[in-house]
């Protein structure tokens, strides 16, 4: 069923199945805040249940097309992100205002300038290889939790075809490309949790190759088998996971591929802007109150690159 968000009512879908309404609960934020470590609220089932995904170690690639409901499931991930301050965060945000009301919890925040996105994507490459040499040294696989000189870095991107594939020069858009391949591929040990957005899933812009590494992935409403398998992986449309079925006014239904092993049909949690704003205020002083020591590595000497 779809959603009907003037009557608060589930109304039925092209399945002929129920997708009951996402609502977050009314719960105050712990005093210490929450923890990267701890599973994410994304919404509900079909069934009305829950739907939680644990993203420390794991990569999430989001798709679908404009107004499907994706920069408001990259904006749940980035919430809980800065609602934990044993975390770092990387926004880079092509139209800035989707994610820039978490700007002040960030500690890097780009915004449409693909010159500064390469410049910070470089920064968060460098702090990955300097852990992987640090864990080598310790004789140990992967970062531990609770260790807040190795504090996993969040890295949200939205748009990816922004910066891959529209603005820039090729070489820039190369670059861009091959920064956040190399995170997806190599960050998960050394604690670099990469969550990518796009509203042109084409394999243009996501290549089948660097969709392939990313273990998580969340369809929301596309245009075409081909658009839903670029997102979920090649051949889940003819197995009846299409984002094409997707009634357009079911906004915030997706099929996300995560725990399990197959697509479930979800509908995502939301956020309005004044929630954003007073959530961000919360995070803003958690993180003051418990900050992670200083990460040279991330936040290096100041560059001119528009930020």
């Not at 870095?153 to 670059?175: M, R, W």
């Not at 042109?200 to 990313?214: G, H, K, M, N, Q």
């Not at 051949?235 to 915030?252: E, F, L, M, T, W």
Request: with cysteine.
């Amino acid at each position: 069923m779809r959603w009907n968000r003037s009557t608060h009512r589930p109304i039925p879908s092209e399945r002929g199945r129920r997708v009951a309404p996402a609502r977050l609960e009314r719960t105050e934020v712990p005093r210490e805040g929450l923890s990267i470590w701890q599973p994410i609220h994304l919404g509900v089932d079909e069934n009305s249940r829950p739907v939680h995904i644990t993203l420390a170690e794991r990569n999430l690639l989001i798709g679908g097309e404009p107004g499907g409901g994706k920069s408001g499931a990259l904006n749940l991930i980035v919430g809980h992100a800065a609602l934990s301050p044993d975390c770092r965060i990387v926004l880079i945000d092509g139209k800035q205002v989707e994610l820039g009301g978490w700007a002040a919890c960030a500690d890097i925040f780009v915004g449409p300038n693909p010159a500064a996105a390469i410049v910070q994507l470089t920064r968060v490459q460098a702090e990955m290889d300097r852990r992987y040499a640090l864990l080598l040294e310790r004789k140990i696989r992967k970062i531990p939790p609770g260790d807040p000189r190795l504090a996993p870095i969040v890295v949200a991107v939205d748009e990816v075809a922004y910066y891959s594939a529209t603005v820039g020069t090729k070489t820039q858009q190369a670059a861009v490309t091959a920064l956040l391949r190399d995170l997806v591929a190599r960050g998960r040990a050394a604690g670099v949790i990469t969550v990518a957005a796009t509203q042109r899933p084409t394999a243009e812009v996501v290549s089948p190759s660097l969709r392939d590494l990313f273990g998580y992935r969340w369809a929301f409403r596309c245009t075409t088998p081909t658009s839903s398998d670029v997102i979920l992986g090649n051949g889940y449309a003819k197995q009846g996971y299409s984002a094409v079925d997707i009634n357009p006014a079911a906004r915030g239904v997706g099929w996300l591929l995560a725990e399990g092993g197959h697509p479930r049909r979800i509908k995502s949690a939301f956020l309005p802007d004044e929630h954003i704003t007073a959530l961000a205020q919360v995070a803003a002083q958690l993180r003051a109150h418990r900050p992670l020591p200083p990460c040279a590595t991330l936040t290096g000497p100041s560059d001119s690159d528009g930020t």
